[in-house]
């Protein structure tokens, strides 16, 4: 004899109670990402994500009757328009998994957030090594490549500086030192670098743990704790998720993974 089939009315209360749990749920188990880039709410088929002003001119005059100068400071207007809309769904088949909706706690909940916050991180990384979208109005936009000069080479910090090799400190080396010829002023807050588990036991081989220097202020050392909070001023926060893809590098395939920084 075949099972009887589950039924429940949904109604608007249901709806609510939902929403307020995946709510709860989705705030306290967000994307890794989500903390480390700037958020807000907009609304329309695309927004003005920032307006970047570049260096601006300055002139010398000496004279005694000088004009006023017209140094126009350049700038230009990024822009960014939503994605496909991220969604997850669930059969309910039974009564204690429709019970399971309304619980924050739940097991399901927990599961169908974490998927959300996941999509949610592919989106940021979408956005940091996807085109950028420039122009006055979004009618009229540029779309520019990922700048090259922002790309970390691969074989940076191997022993004959051709053969590509992972996490180690010269390519940290070759952030700060980015940051620095662009006048990025650091003191406030120290760049962060999304690294896998991978990466931070390629840097861990390059880290001496009997230096003080290596040692986190307010943490055990990381060869007591097995945790590298960070090296060099750089901030690392622990990221799996990022696309591995397989590129040739002088004949022969490499597997290579982008590092959000």
């Known amino acids: ?3 009887p089939e589950y039924r429940e009315e949904i109604t608007p209360h249901h709806k609510l109670k939902y929403t307020t749990a995946m709510e709860q749920v989705y705030q306290s188990n967000g994307g890794i990402l989500r903390p480390h880039v700037t958020t807000a709410s907009e609304m329309g088929e695309a927004a003005s994500a920032i307006d970047l002003f570049k260096k601006a001119q300055k002139r010398r005059d ?6 006023n100068p017209e140094l126009v400071t350049p700038r230009e207007r ?19 998994i429709f019970r399971q909706c309304f619980d924050p706690e739940s097991k399901l909940n927990q599961a169908g957030a974490m998927t959300i916050a996941r999509g949610e991180d592919e989106d940021i990384l979408a956005g940091m090594f996807g085109p950028r979208k420039t122009g006055k109005n979004f009618a009229n936009i540029t779309t520019e490549p990922f700048p090259a000069a922002q790309i970390v080479p691969i074989e940076l910090g191997s022993s004959d500086g051709t053969t590509p090799t992972g996490m180690n400190l010269e390519k940290l080396r070759f952030i700060r030192k980015f940051y620095r010829r662009n006048h990025v002023v650091m003191h406030g807050e120290m760049p962060k670098v999304a690294v896998s588990a991978d990466q931070i036991d390629d840097l861990s081989r390059f880290v001496e743990v009997t230096s003080a220097d290596y040692f986190q202020k307010g943490e055990e050392a990381y ?7 960070g090296v060099m001023g750089v901030e690392f926060v622990d990221f799996e998720d990022v696309e591995v893809r397989t590129e040739s590098i002088g004949g022969t395939s490499y597997q290579i993974q982008d590092v959000p920084a």
Request: glycine fraction near 12%; avoid cysteine; charged fraction near 25%.
């Open 1 to 3: 004899m075949a099972a």
């Open 78 to 96: 990024v822009w960014y328009s939503p994605n496909e809309t991220i969604e997850w769904g669930e059969p309910i088949e039974r009564e204690d």
């Open 62 to 67: 000496g004279t005694p009757f000088r004009t």
């Open 223 to 229: 060869y007591k704790s097995g945790t590298l909070g």
